[in-house]
């Protein structure tokens, strides 16, 4: 059972960016993806970007591609999330994902 533990969350204003992470307890994912998910209220829980661990080839949802950034320290088993001009409707609570393993989430909010 992997440990993933998020923090980086906050309330910001429409135009301002976030930095969130994820610290994981192992050392090394090895072949795995790693990702990053949002549920908003009354919505599904939605893929955001995902990362190879190896490699670090990376994919967006359309609705934050030029936006965000995903990237990952493999020295800490650290993930990221980069958010720049972030919009209302980034408003949700962020999940850290690799493979069965969940954080608890964080909560972004975004006011206009």
């Known amino acids: 059972q992997v440990q993933l533990v998020e923090s980086g969350g906050g309330l910001v204003q429409a135009g301002g960016s976030l930095r969130l992470s994820c610290a994981a307890s192992v050392q090394t994912f090895g072949g795995a993806t790693m990702a990053w998910f949002r549920q908003a209220p009354g919505k599904e829980r939605e893929l955001v970007a995902r990362i190879r661990w190896i490699g670090g080839a990376t994919s967006y949802a359309d609705s934050v591609k030029g936006r965000f950034t995903i990237s990952r320290d493999n020295t800490k088993t650290t993930l990221y999330l980069q958010m720049n001009s972030l919009k209302p409707e980034d408003t949700a609570v962020y999940y850290c994902?690799?493979?069965?393993?969940w954080g608890q989430g964080t909560q972004v909010t975004v006011s206009s």
């Open positions: 994902n690799v493979g069965n393993n």
